[in-house]
C-alpha cells in the first residue's frame, strides 16, 4: 500500500470590509504548489476561510483531524504591514471586531485551549526562520511580531495554536503594490514554508 504523504496546509482568508479581493488568498493562490510537493514529498494544501468565527471554530479544527498537517500556516493581510510579518503569539481574550455575519466569536471574553492557557506561543524558532530568511533574501524582509491584531487573523492562530503550537505560524502580508508585488508575496510565503519545514525536519532528526 502506497503512504500517504505528509501535508501542509496554507490558508488566506475571503473579502472583508475594503478587501473585496484579500491579498492574503491571493498570495497563497500565487504560490508554487508543485515545486513545494516536489522538493519535500508532501501534500499541499491551500484553503480559503471566510472572515466568520463561527466558520473558524467548524473549519480549522476540522482540517487538523482529517489531515493530521505536518504544517499549518494562516496567512492574512495587514493594513500596518511594511514587511512580512511572523506573528509569535496568539491570544484568546478581548475580541471586539465584528466578523462579516455581525458577530463575535462566542467566547470573546475569556476563550482559552484545552489546558486553560489565554495566550499560547508557536513553538517554532521564529526568530530563527526571519534571520534565515533576511540573510538571502533580496528586496523583501520578514519580522516578528507579538501582535496579531485580535480579529479573525489572531482568533484562527489562537485555534491552530489550541492544537499543535509547534506545527503551526501566522503570517501577516502587507497590502499588494503598498510594498510588494502579488508574486514577491507569494514567493516569499514559499520560503517561509521552506524554512518551517527545514526547522521541523530538523527537530525530528534530534528527538530520533
Given at each position: ?77 495587514s ?19 465584528l ?19 489565554n ?28 501582535n ?32 510588494y ?17 527545514l526547522?521541523?525536519?530538523h ?6
Amino acid at each position: 500500500m502506497e503512504s500517504v504523504k505528509p501535508t501542509v496546509i496554507v490558508s488566506g482568508f475571503g473579502p472583508f470590509g475594503v478587501y473585496t479581493v484579500n491579498p492574503s488568498w491571493e498570495s497563497v493562490k500565487k504560490m508554487s504548489k508543485l515545486d513545494l510537493e516536489k522538493d519535500f514529498d508532501i501534500q499541499f494544501i491551500t484553503v480559503e476561510i471566510p472572515v466568520v468565527y463561527d466558520t473558524v471554530d467548524a473549519l480549522v479544527p476540522t482540517l487538523w483531524k482529517q489531515y493530521h498537517p505536518l504544517l499549518f500556516v494562516h496567512v492574512g493581510v495587514s493594513g500596518l504591514a511594511k514587511e512580512l510579518t511572523l506573528e509569535t503569539i496568539a491570544n484568546g481574550q478581548d475580541y471586539r471586531k465584528l466578523d462579516q455575519d455581525g458577530k463575535l466569536p462566542q467566547d470573546c471574553m475569556n476563550a482559552s485551549n484545552a489546558d486553560g492557557c489565554n495566550e499560547i506561543s508557536c513553538k517554532l524558532d521564529v526568530l530563527k526562520i526571519c534571520e534565515d530568511f533576511n540573510k538571502t533574501s533580496k528586496g523583501i524582509c520578514a519580522h516578528p511580531s507579538k501582535n496579531a491584531g485580535r480579529f479573525l487573523c489572531e482568533y484562527t492562530y489562537f485555534t491552530s495554536l489550541s492544537i499543535n503550537p509547534l506545527r503551526t505560524l501566522f503570517v501577516h502580508v502587507p497590502e499588494f503594490n503598498c510594498v510588494y508585488t502579488r508574486e514577491e508575496t507569494a514567493k516569499g510565503l514559499d520560503k517561509i514554508i521552506r524554512l518551517c519545514l527545514l526547522q521541523l525536519q530538523h527537530c525530528e532528526c534530534i528527538a530520533t
